[in-house]
């Protein structure tokens, strides 16, 4: 009889022990899945940005270095969208060493520009939310559950993590001259807040290990979290050589 009772005690012990196994490994996968699934959202986000700023260059020749402004041209700049040609140089023109402006001056042949905005060029639909962090916590102080499947229409969501975005020239020792550098950046605590803050924690102390997500504080960036930020962003103001590139690429 005593045999027994010890024997129920280890079973139920033993199957215990496989429970809490499978809910830590199960509450690690549902962890990383729902990161992986805000980090998507976030990247996008950046994407339009970076795609922003590259309309903004071929229209100014320079990148732009605030939020706004860049929200600003894309509602309101205007881009190329096509240009309509009727006619062509015929080949005694261009053997006379006419050119194209030339012609067009002259009434000899016509090209017609088609304006756009840079948001319909763009695809952007909602460019007053590209300064928000579009996951997280939502301004009305709720949470959202992204996990692997969620509802587009996250996007028009206003969230309380901003978007940082800055410019800067910085020297190339190769070039000999200033290279205009700009960055823009997502904050892992705005991205991932309502997330299991142990886990959070956790994963926090591995990227500072492996030295990944990293990057230096702005000097008027409240995040003192052990003295580093970490997120995901695209730009490197202290990289020539980043080119805009992701740093999860």
């Given at each position: 009889?005593?045999?027994?009772?010890?024997?129920?005690?280890?079973?139920v012990c033993?199957?215990?022990?496989?429970?809490?196994?499978f809910?830590?490994i199960?509450?690690?996968?549902?962890?990383d899945?729902?990161?992986?699934?805000?980090?998507?959202?976030?990247?996008?986000?950046?994407?339009?940005?970076r795609?922003?700023?590259?309309?903004?260059?071929?229209?100014?020749?320079?990148?732009?270095?605030?939020?706004?402004?860049?929200?600003?041209?894309v509602?309101?700049?205007?881009?190329?969208?096509k240009?309509?040609?009727?006619?062509?140089?015929?080949?005694?023109?261009?053997?006379?060493?006419?050119?194209?402006?030339?012609?067009?001056?002259?009434?000899l042949?016509?090209?017609?520009?088609?304006w756009?905005?840079?948001a319909e060029?763009?695809?952007?639909?909602?460019?007053?939310?590209?300064?928000?962090?579009?996951?997280?916590r939502?301004a009305?102080?709720?949470?959202?559950?992204?996990?692997?499947?969620f509802d587009?229409?996250?996007?028009?969501?206003?969230y309380?993590?901003?978007?940082?975005?800055?410019?800067?020239?910085?020297?190339?020792?190769?070039?000999?001259?200033f290279?205009m550098?700009?960055?823009?950046?997502?904050?892992l605590?705005?991205y991932?807040?309502?997330?299991?803050?142990?886990?959070?924690?956790?994963?926090?102390?591995d990227l500072?290990?492996?030295?990944?997500?990293?990057?230096?504080?702005?000097?008027?960036n409240?995040?003192?979290?052990?003295g580093?930020?970490?997120?995901?962003?695209?730009?490197?103001?202290?990289?020539?050589?980043?080119?805009m590139?992701?740093?999860?690429?």
């Amino acid at each position: 009889m005593k045999k027994s009772v010890i024997n129920g005690l280890l079973v139920v012990c033993a199957l215990g022990l496989v429970a809490a196994c499978f809910y830590s490994i199960y509450s690690d996968i549902a962890f990383d899945e729902e990161k992986a699934a805000r980090e998507k959202i976030v990247i996008a986000r950046l994407m339009d940005i970076r795609n922003a700023e590259e309309q903004y260059k071929m229209t100014f020749g320079e990148y732009c270095g605030t939020i706004d402004s860049l929200i600003d041209f894309v509602k309101n700049g205007k881009t190329v969208d096509k240009i309509i040609k009727d006619g062509e140089l015929t080949d005694d023109q261009l053997e006379a060493g006419m050119t194209e402006r030339e012609a067009v001056a002259k009434g000899l042949i016509k090209r017609d520009t088609v304006w756009m905005t840079a948001a319909e060029k763009l695809g952007i639909s909602n460019p007053d939310s590209m300064k928000y962090v579009p996951i997280g916590r939502p301004a009305d102080g709720t949470f959202t559950v992204v996990r692997s499947t969620f509802d587009p229409s996250v996007y028009d969501t206003i969230y309380q993590g901003i978007i940082e975005l800055r410019k800067k020239a910085q020297f190339n020792m190769k070039s000999n001259e200033f290279d205009m550098l700009v960055e823009f950046r997502a904050r892992l605590d705005d991205y991932i807040d309502g997330m299991s803050e142990k886990k959070i924690k956790n994963l926090k102390a591995d990227l500072k290990k492996r030295h990944r997500n990293r990057a230096e504080l702005m000097l008027d960036n409240e995040d003192q979290t052990d003295g580093e930020w970490y997120g995901l962003r695209i730009g490197d103001l202290e990289d020539t050589n980043n080119k805009m590139a992701g740093n999860w690429e």
